[in-house]
């Protein structure tokens, strides 16, 4: 998929912006504060009806404004879809088409995106927390079932961590729930499981592209269930864990506490992994789902934020070989990247321009 054009108003520093990329590479340099990120934040919020970081949606408006409107026009297999969000000061609406939509996900099928933030390159030192985030909206992004299970399953689970924590809980409706809690969780674990797997063959095959040399790359997951059946095994856990589940009053363990690291050379890369390639990595990481699209016309839209900034020379030309590979991609720089091919934008002030 492509986006053909890009308008706002009132979004972020923003007051007016009506901007058409290329296909392929576009480079958007600009000093400190011109509007870069905001404007991959664009971008990113009309694939996924929120900002990058799970800030109140009233910080994407711009300051004194009531509300912000955005809209893409997009290409996707010979179709065209004019995408639009408005983000009042009291909730958002979205259309496709000029059609209110009811959910918000509905954008994610027509605009897809993958995304690299410079704060990603301590994706694996942080918390489990982020990396589970990160799988879980790849993973849904393809799959929206997925996406609807896991929300069930968050639900059951805040209830069940509430009677744990009740003076003199239910027993009957503990049980009751921990058999939903696992019966929401199987089906989840196996698309993570099978997700994670070909994640693991994308990252390993970006990561050698960028590193331009052969390293060994593992992606070791770690699922609640490692092995045997599903339902047999987990409800056995919780049955043991009741007692101490009660005593801190939440659900200890389960499909929510799953994590994944990388190793390089056989090593862990968090733990030992100098700066440049934890960032390296976490380059591929955030790529690793671009591949993992089989139709050609469904491939995301690339958004790299600041990516070229802490790179040396060999490792940016593999980068910018990698992103020629891509249908659209959008990448941000202070200043302009020799090399690069692809139609370069110049932004001041949250204006836009060309070269
Ligand atoms: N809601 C908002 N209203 C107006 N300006 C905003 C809003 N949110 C952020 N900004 C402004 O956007 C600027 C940062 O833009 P950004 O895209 O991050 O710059 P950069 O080009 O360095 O990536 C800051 O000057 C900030 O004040
Ligand atoms: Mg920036």
Redesign the pocket.
């Known amino acids: 998929m492509k986006i053909l054009s890009l308008r706002l108003r009132d979004f972020?520093?923003y007051e007016a912006l009506e901007f058409r990329p290329g296909e392929g590479t576009n480079l958007i340099h600009?000093k400190?504060?011109?509007?870069?990120?905001?404007?991959l934040e664009a971008v990113y919020a009309l694939s996924l009806g929120q900002g990058f970081r799970g800030e109140e949606d009233t910080?994407?408006?711009?300051?004194g404004a009531k509300g912000a409107y955005l809209e893409a026009r997009i290409e996707e297999g010979g179709h065209r879809h004019r995408l639009s969000l408005y983000l009042g000061k009291d909730g958002k609406k979205g259309a496709i088409d000029g059609k209110a939509i009811t959910r918000l996900s509905d954008l994610r099928g027509y605009l897809n995106t993958v995304l690299f933030l410079p704060s990603d390159v301590a994706l694996f030192k942080g918390s489990p927390a982020a990396r589970r985030a990160f799988l879980d909206l790849s993973i849904g992004k393809q799959y929206p079932d997925y996406l609807r299970g896991l929300n069930a399953y968050g639900k059951v689970l805040k209830d069940r961590n509430a009677l744990l924590k009740a003076e003199d809980p239910d027993e009957l409706a503990i049980a009751t729930l921990t058999e939903e809690l696992v019966a929401l969780g199987e089906p989840l674990e196996r698309r993570r499981k099978e997700y994670v797997a070909e994640m693991a063959i994308a990252l390993g095959k970006i990561a050698a592209y960028l590193y331009g040399e052969k390293r060994k790359v593992a992606l070791i997951y770690h699922p609640f269930v490692e092995e045997g059946d599903y339902r047999e095994v987990a409800l056995n856990y919780y049955r043991n864990s009741l007692a101490s589940d009660r005593e801190k009053g939440m659900t200890g363990d389960g499909l929510h506490r799953e994590d994944f690291r990388v190793l390089l050379d056989g090593k862990d890369l968090a733990t030992y992994g100098s700066q440049g390639e934890n960032r390296l990595m976490a380059i591929a990481l955030k790529l690793s789902p671009y591949p993992l699209v089989n139709e050609e016309e469904k491939k995301p839209v690339v958004l790299l934020d600041d990516v070229m900034a802490e790179l040396d020379d060999r490792h940016r030309h593999r980068l910018m070989a990698l992103l020629a590979k891509m249908k659209q991609a959008f990448i941000?720089a202070t200043n302009d990247i020799v090399g690069l091919t692809g139609t370069r934008f110049h932004?001041e002030n949250h204006q836009i321009g060309g070269k």
């Open positions: 972020r520093g600009g400190n504060g011109a509007g870069k990120t905001n404007l910080a994407l408006i711009r300051y941000t932004i």
